[in-house]
Nanobody, 125 residues
Framework: QVQLVESGGGLVQAGGSLRLSCAAS????????MAWYRQAPGKQRELVAA???????NYSDSVKGRFTISRDNAKNTVYLRMNSLKPEDTAVYYC???????????????????WGQGTQVTVSS
């Protein structure tokens, strides 16, 4: 019904930049909060940044001032611009939507806690 597909990961040197994208597909009516999480090997998944439908943002202290989250509601897409990357930013980055309203078979549905498949970001020192 609803799919989140990330893109834009890759290998970059320390100090470099990357931009991640996550597009939601389906007959989507609205998406509430969209966020990026990351999970490094041997560590728990952690929140990186989140953006509300109205554009309010929240960042983890570790990325504040370096990363920028934004979204395009018309395209059902969220972005994460990552600057001044550090080796400790290396992780699989996951897109999340806390509530997605969509239509299926003519009926309105809400799907909660939707996740993408993840995209690898590797920062070399």
């Amino acid at each position: 019904q609803v799919q989140l597909v990330e893109s834009g990961g890759g290998l970059v040197q320390a100090g470099g930049s990357l931009r991640l994208s996550c597009a939601a597909s389906g007959s989507i009516f609205s998406i509430n909060v969209m966020a990026w999480y990351r999970q490094a090997p041997g560590k728990q998944r952690e929140l990186v940044a989140a953006v509300s439908r109205g554009g309010s943002t929240n960042y983890s202290d570790s990325v504040k001032g370096r990363f920028t989250i934004s979204r395009d509601n018309a395209k059902n897409t969220v972005y994460l611009r990552m600057n001044s990357l550090k080796p400790e930013d290396t992780a699989v980055y996951y897109c999340n939507a806390d509530r997605v309203g969509y239509y299926t078979g003519g009926w309105y549905r809400d799907e909660y806690d939707c996740w993408g498949q993840g995209t690898q970001v590797t920062v070399s020192s």
